[in-house]
């Protein structure tokens, strides 16, 4: 049931108790041959594939959606919070990796109905929600509000602004129609935009312009286009009927959870994700009962800049844990950037969550237990 760790940081282990498209098909009827546009579509009701090749267009439309929103640049000397929640949140979290020790002041991601006790009216609270109705971030709205911090809000539209709009609040104006968890473009150049704004990190426009064009170079080389022995496919193959577990250090610890949370969304499925070096302290030991409870792998998402320590560290994480996963990948960051880094496993993991609902057979748009919990509770 094991595979021996990846020594190359691109290649795809063999794995030779994971299905093969035939065995795959036995299960999903979606996928009747290889992962091309077409069996896609058969699941994909709502196009959530070309959302995310969209990818280098939104990184694009999200700088010129930025500059048009008629901001000041706020000089708030506590520093950025970025309020949001699931797919409105993870911009502001890969915003802060990508902007890394360039951060010049505190930059601050909060998942809850309040803000930090440190919010000042020198602090710049950037509510981010796609729908502009998830109660949580309107909640940071108006402790916001409350604080007397600076506001900026970046939303499609909803309760969110039509409030910023009446507090006269900058309203960042997003497009609509996409699943909120597609928009993470958006959110990131959002975060890093007003991150520039308010001096919490140096405009990065030009860096993220080229970001665009190195991620298009990806689509290709990983989309539905690409041959079956693709990263992308292979992988999902690879990670098809096991829970992954996805590991990420410094810059990819919050693409860790991205993965996780498309694998959730898109494929319908659990996963889970942890940080390197914290997980050598714990979860590590975890591995040893792996086997006997389920068909778990590993993902390490590794990075050319990641600290020496960690990187030797996580070849001997994954050495050790190999022989009870199912599977084992270990993959680098692409680009020179951060951006570029940042955004090519972004792309990597949304392809295989997508990859990953074909070869299950399952639609990867609706996300049915979300909208029923929020309706349950706006109903009390
Ligand atoms: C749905 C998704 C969710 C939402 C979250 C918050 O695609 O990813 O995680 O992002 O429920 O909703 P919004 O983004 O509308 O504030």
């Known amino acids: 049931m094991s595979t021996p760790p990846s020594t190359d940081a691109r290649a795809i ?6 299905p093969d ?30 959302d995310v090749l969209a990818l280098p267009e939104h990184l694009r439309d999200a700088l010129w959606r930025v500059e048009s929103a008629i901001m000041q640049g706020w000089d708030t000397s506590a520093g950025l919070v970025v309020a949001g929640m699931g797919g409105s949140a993870i911009g502001g979290a890969l915003a802060r990796a990508a902007l890394g020790d360039h951060a010049s ?18 602090t710049m609270v950037l509510c981010a929600s796609y729908s502009g109705d998830t109660e949580e971030t309107l909640a940071c709205y108006e ?23 009446a507090d006269g609040v900058p309203v960042i104006p997003l497009p609509g129609g996409f699943q909120p968890r597609a928009a993470v473009a958006y959110m990131t150049v959002a975060a890093l935009e007003v991150a520039a704004l308010c001096g919490a990190g140096p405009r990065l426009t030009s860096e993220i312009d080229v ?14 286009d690409a041959g079956e022995d693709s990263l992308a496919k292979a992988l999902a193959r690879g990670l098809h009927r096991t829970i992954p577990v996805i590991a990420g250090a410094g810059l990819t610890t919050p693409i860790a959870y991205r993965w996780k949370t498309q694998i959730n969304e898109n494929a319908k499925q659990p996963c889970f994700s942890h940080e390197l070096p914290e997980l050598d302290h714990n979860e590590i030991v975890g591995w040893e009962g792996a086997v006997e409870l389920g068909r778990f792998s590993a ?29 084992s990948f270990h993959l680098e960051t692409r680009g020179q950037t951060t951006i570029e880094r940042v955004s090519s496993l972004v792309l990597l993991g949304d392809l295989v969550s997508i990859y990953l609902a074909a070869l299950r057979g399952v639609d990867p748009g609706p996300v049915r237990a979300i909208d029923e919990l929020k309706s349950a509770l706006a109903a009390n």
């Open 143 to 165: 402790s916001a509000g409350a604080l007397g911090a600076q506001r900026t809000v970046v939303t499609t539209g909803g309760r969110l602004a039509e409030m910023a709009r």
């Open 299 to 327: 993902v390490f998402l590794d990075d050319s800049d990641a600290h020496p320590r960690v990187k030797e560290r996580m070849a001997l994480t994954e050495r050790l844990i190999a022989p009870n996963a199912a599977a």
């Open 13 to 18: 282990p063999d794995t030779p108790d994971t």
């Open 21 to 50: 498209i035939p065995d795959a098909d036995a299960d999903a009827a979606a996928v009747t041959g290889a992962l091309s546009r077409e069996a896609i579509a058969r699941v994909d009701s709502t196009g959530q594939l070309e």
């Open 211 to 224: 970001a665009a064009a190195h991620t298009e170079q990806l689509v290709a080389e990983w989309g539905p």
């Open 105 to 122: 002041r505190p930059i601050f991601v909060t998942r809850a109905y309040g803000l930090p006790p440190w919010t000042t009216p020198d």
